[in-house]
């Protein structure tokens, strides 16, 4: 069922926990905050960066930090997402205003920042209930609206342009997501062999450049709690870079999934809603919003159609690697490998259709 989230926050996982009372005595230097003691909670729907709310009597922020045992250099740079907000605060209103960044691991035992807390509604799940079927595709229009907005930012102005070098984007994610994978496999899967040699012989040309997000999908949005078809924000921009948007999209599509899909993605509901637009829609309303040709347009989402379900695959194996290092003890990352088997089929399903 469609999950409607206004304020989830949690009590914190076992060894997730932050050290409170150096936390508090830190940013009570740092920010003008209400009377009362901090109180710690944790969104505990997240797969990525770890993500807390923390209580100053009426004051409510948001805390990232890196999940244990993640490459803070590479895919959970806390200072790099503090800066991308930073840069877009006064260039791209959905974004939320980052207040302070720490760098002092005698804090919390890890870089993190603090941002705004965004107030509204949050979708997760698969299958419907708790959104009425017609609104469900105006929610897809405005996801996709945004997300071919927020390519038309002015990154330069916005002083972003050195997030990224755009010539040679595509060869180096498809060889990075290889290596990547390499390194965090736990086992023999044909598929994501298959998907990776694919994807390296049939390198498109550069589509263009643009501040990409990287990791858009439903349950990274936040929508208007008066008007569920607008989005008032978007969030988690750590992977966002300067590169071709096309990969950007190629990403939300593999996220975007569909009542015929295999189970396993319907049981952790990535992106669906009941009765939204399906995967080819996405792609036709993102070229007409982006005023890109139609004509073909379908054909040349191939390439970036794999290349999302190679990179979720590796996403969710990176992450059952370090469930299965004991890094994390979060139960959901148990059955990510079925996932992984998934996505890679889906990917070489997709890449054989292409032909």
């Known amino acids: 069922m469609a999950e409607v989230l206004r304020d989830q926050a949690g009590a914190v996982r076992g060894g997730e926990e932050l050290d409170a009372v150096r936390l508090e005595a830190y940013l009570r230097e740092r920010l003008p905050l209400s009377a009362g003691p901090l109180v710690v909670k944790q969104f505990g729907s997240g797969y990525s960066n770890l993500t807390y709310l923390l209580r100053f009597g009426s004051d409510e922020l948001v805390l990232r930090r890196p999940p244990p045992g993640a490459n803070v250099k590479g895919g959970h740079d806390m200072g790099r997402e503090y800066r991308i907000l930073k840069g877009l605060e006064g260039v791209y209103a959905k974004a939320p205003r980052a207040l302070i960044y720490c760098d002092d691991d005698h804090v919390i035992g890890a870089p993190f920042y603090v941002m705004q807390r965004i107030h509204g509604v949050i979708l997760r799940g698969g299958a419907g209930g708790a959104v009425d079927a017609p609104v469900t595709g105006r929610i897809g229009a405005a996801l996709v609206d945004t997300l071919a907005e927020l390519h038309g930012i002015d ?70 709690a008066g008007d569920l078809t607008r989005v008032a924000a978007v969030l988690d921009w750590e992977m966002a870079t300067i590169g071709d948007p096309l990969m950007d999209l190629g990403v939300t599509l593999a996220y975007w999934i569909e009542e015929d899909d295999p189970p396993v993605l319907q049981r952790i509901g990535l992106g669906r809603l009941p009765g939204g637009l399906r995967r080819a829609e996405v792609a036709v309303r993102y070229a007409q919003q982006r005023g890109l040709a139609a004509d073909g347009f379908g054909e040349q989402m191939v390439f970036y159609s794999v290349f999302g379900l190679y990179k979720v695959a590796v996403i969710a194996q990176q992450i059952y690697f370090r469930y299965r290092q004991g890094l994390t003890r979060d139960p959901r990352f148990g059955g990510l490998d079925a996932v992984v088997a998934v996505c890679a089929g889906m990917a070489m399903q997709a890449a054989r259709g292409g032909e």
């Open 155 to 224: 990154y330069a102005a916005a002083g972003l342009a050195v997030l990224g070098r755009p010539e040679g984007y595509v060869a180096r994610q498809v060889g990075g997501w290889r290596q990547r994978y390499a390194q965090a496999a736990t086992g023999d899967v044909p598929a994501m062999e298959a998907a990776g040699d694919w994807l390296a012989a049939h390198l498109p040309p550069q589509s263009g450049a643009a501040l990409i997000h990287n990791d858009f999908k439903l349950d990274n949005v936040v929508l208007d």
